[in-house]
């Protein structure tokens, strides 16, 4: 079948990517991410919805009102001089922005975190804001899309809207981190999940330890 698992690009291509962050917790592992990701030379569509700048004002103990003063707060924690990815903000409630369309072209969609709402819509096929949209249109133009829930427990709605976005091609990747790279910090284990996003994503972001055999050690 088709899909959006096959390989992306080389690791040395840009990447143009969708990045939605949905309302759950675990702020974390989008920080972590963005921190890596303005590093790298690509193109990324921003999209945040009001819930998600609440929780993290909550989960960072910080004043931010909007998405650009979450980017500007990332950029400023992290000291982040050099930046080398295009961020575009697009509007959470604008359907008709340009990424709404699969006319235009991008290599994946992520939605991190990505609240348990966002993942039963997506299975339904609504698209009631533009990360609900993008995702839609992502598996429809077989395109990568990578969901990141942050749930515990799970339960029978909540497994049957992930088993079947998988089988509609999208990559469900739960914020549950390992700990064999022996983790000393929250941000080791933000990093381990940023991490794994990039290796589906094509990229070798080198933001934890690889798994060694007893021989490779």
């Known amino acids: 079948m088709t899909n959006g698992r096959q390989l992306l690009k080389n690791s040395n291509d840009e990447l143009k990517l969708v990045l939605g962050v949905a309302g759950a917790s675990g702020s974390i592992y989008l920080a972590r991410f963005v921190k890596k990701l303005l590093s790298l030379k690509g193109e990324t569509h921003f999209v945040v919805s009001p819930a998600s700048i609440r929780i993290f004002r909550e989960e960072f103990n910080c004043k931010i009102s909007n998405p650009k003063e979450l980017l500007d707060y990332l ?4 000291k ?12 959470f409630n604008d359907i008709g922005s340009d990424i709404a369309s699969g006319s235009n072209i991008w290599d994946a ?4 975190p990505c609240s348990m709402k966002t993942i039963a819509s997506i299975n339904a ?27 515990t427990p799970f339960n029978q709605i909540h497994l049957r809207n992930m088993l079947e976005l998988d089988r509609a091609g999208g990559i469900i990747l739960p914020a549950s981190p390992g700990f064999y790279q022996m983790p000393k910090t929250i941000d080791d ?3 381990f999940i940023a991490g794994r996003i990039f290796n589906l994503l094509g990229i070798d972001a080198a933001l934890f330890p690889k798994w060694l055999d007893d021989q490779s050690q």
């Open 109 to 112: 969609t992520l939605v991190l």
């Open 75 to 78: 950029i400023d924690i992290y």
């Open 80 to 91: 982040i001089e050099t930046i080398q990815n295009k961020f575009h903000l697009k509007n």
């Open 189 to 191: 284990l933000g990093d």
């Open 125 to 151: 096929g609504l698209t009631e804001n533009l990360i609900e949209r993008c995702a839609d249109v992502t598996l429809k133009e077989r395109r990568r899309l990578i969901l990141v829930p942050r749930e």
